[in-house]
């Protein structure tokens, strides 16, 4: 396996040691965990640009990057 077959894309925003939301590729929308998160996760999941942007963002960000990173995660 060369690593890019199970990429997953996860953002986590956190304020004063409390995440407050997230987003995982796998599950494909924000969830919030605070009532502020929850705020935000409803404005940004009826985004439809954004979020396509967000759900394929293993594609371009994570495959990309890993390309780059590889031969000092794999290699050592």
Not at 6 to 29: C, L, P, T, W
Request: aromatic share 20%.
């Amino acid at each position: 396996i060369n690593g890019t077959e199970k990429v997953r894309y996860v953002q986590r925003a956190i304020y004063n040691r409390e995440q407050f939301i997230m987003f995982d590729s796998d599950v494909g929308h924000f969830v919030g965990f605070t009532p502020y998160g929850e705020k935000l996760a409803k404005r940004w999941n009826s985004n439809a640009v954004f979020m396509e942007d967000r759900r394929t963002a293993v594609d371009w960000f994570c495959r990309c990057w890993y390309k780059n990173f590889t031969p000092f995660l794999t290699e050592r």
